[in-house]
């Protein structure tokens, strides 16, 4: 009796199992793509990183482009170490939209701005720093960890109108030491411990699928309501934009990691939203002060979204969250905290809305329903920049510094 129970249970545990592997085996098939992290690979340091000298590819109905990374896993050529004597080398840090995705190399604002200040007749090397998915809490350790040691004369930091939410995420992934300063973050760890679920959903597709098409539909379901939930699903509406507005609604303490577009949302006064801003200000200023100790001019820069850009920008995607078809957004809450920020701390401030706004009007510079730049949004920015004053008044300036006469002779 004994064994036969021992039997069924080995049997039963054995299905199971063979039941879990045949599962996983058929979502890496089929939703593998779809739910691995989409910025790249897991990284216990830096939280996620794309794979070094390794080929991208990404396609859709809207683009397809192939992508190189370096030995640093970020994009664009191999920077030199040391740098080149007379070199004057700019690194740009941000997101998805600084690393140029879905563009080929030659058209990403990163290339031609370096193209575009060759051409006036500076010996500018533009390093591509931007990571998908990143925000400055994660470009504060990338930067402070790595990219320091490629010596760059400036940094251009390129904040994008949805780093409220990626600051607020990433918090729970931080590691400290004992006294309290950062040491890395590390997407398994979850308020400072292991968390084996953490862990699942980035190697598992079948975990992964389970936490967004269930875990997560259970809690929609919680904070909206069942009733709720299924109005929002009857109307063709996104859960995530009901929550957004229902926090905004509550002025709820969690509302910038409800909401990508808490800075551009209509409702969106400058009082709401600073308390969130602080977080990123916050980064920001850590950014600021790593660079000050090394002599480093920081730059601040802010490209728009295609609904503050213009009616006709990303004309599909927008609807997806939330935002009308044929209106233009304004973004002026927003731009008042980078002002702020810019100005108490004598950073300059590369606003290209305006820049945006004009071109809008005869170029389609966002992706209709992806909503990153098009090739020629990707040149409206580099042309903002290669003309931008403040860029070109630091850029002089380090090409006069004694060690940089000495290096080309004069």
């Not at 470009?139 to 402070?144: K, M, P, Q």
Request: glycine residues 8%; contains cysteine; charged residues 25%.
């Amino acid at each position: 009796m004994k064994n036969s129970l021992i039997s069924r249970i080995l049997i039963a545990g054995c299905s199971l199992v063979l039941a879990l592997g045949l599962a996983e085996l058929a979502f890496r098939l089929l939703w593998m793509k779809r739910f691995t992290i989409p910025a790249g690979i897991e990284d216990a340091h830096f939280h996620h990183r794309l794979k070094p000298s390794t080929t991208y590819h990404y396609y859709s109905a809207e683009f397809g482009v192939d992508v190189r990374t370096n030995r640093l896993g970020l994009r664009g050529p191999d920077p030199a170490a040391p740098k080149p004597p007379g070199l004057i080398r700019i690194l740009m840090l941000g997101d998805s939209f600084t690393f140029g995705f879905p563009v080929k190399d030659e058209e990403t604002f990163c290339h031609l701005i370096e193209r575009g200040l060759r051409a006036r007749g500076y010996p500018v090397e533009v390093v591509n720093g931007g990571v998908s998915g990143y925000s400055p809490t994660l470009e504060y350790v990338l930067l402070r960890d790595e990219l320091l040691a490629l010596e760059p004369d400036v940094v251009v930091l390129w904040y994008d109108l949805g780093d409220l939410q990626e600051d607020s995420w990433f918090q729970k992934n931080l590691i400290y030491d004992e006294a309290g300063n950062i040491v890395r973050a590390d997407p398994r760890y979850r308020d400072g411990r292991f968390d084996y679920w953490e862990w699942a959903k980035n190697h598992s597709a079948l975990a992964k699928y389970l936490d967004v098409k269930g875990l997560r539909t259970v809690d929609r379901i919680r904070v909206l309501g069942l009733g709720g939930y299924l109005g929002v699903i009857l109307r063709g509406e996104r859960a995530k934009v009901a929550i957004a507005r229902k926090k905004a609604a509550e002025r709820s303490a969690d509302l910038a990691a409800h909401d990508r577009f808490l800075l551009i949302r209509p409702s969106s006064t400058k009082e709401l939203i600073e308390p969130y801003w602080q977080l990123s200000a916050g980064y920001l200023q850590r950014i600021h002060e790593l660079l000050a100790q090394r002599g480093i001019p920081f730059v601040l820069g802010v490209y728009p979204y295609g609904v503050v850009a213009g009616p006709e920008q990303w004309k599909e995607g927008r609807v997806f969250w939330g935002f009308e078809r044929g209106k233009t957004y304004e973004a002026n809450a927003a731009l008042a905290l980078f002002e702020a920020f810019s100005r108490e701390r004598h950073l300059p401030l590369v606003n290209t809305f305006e820049s945006f706004r004009r071109a809008a009007a005869s170029q389609k510079l966002f992706y209709d329903q992806d909503g990153h730049l098009t090739p020629a949004g990707q040149r409206v920015l580099a042309e903002h920049v290669v003309a931008d004053p403040a860029v070109l008044e630091i850029v002089a300036r380090t090409l006069q510094r004694p060690h940089s006469k000495d290096v080309n002779g004069s």
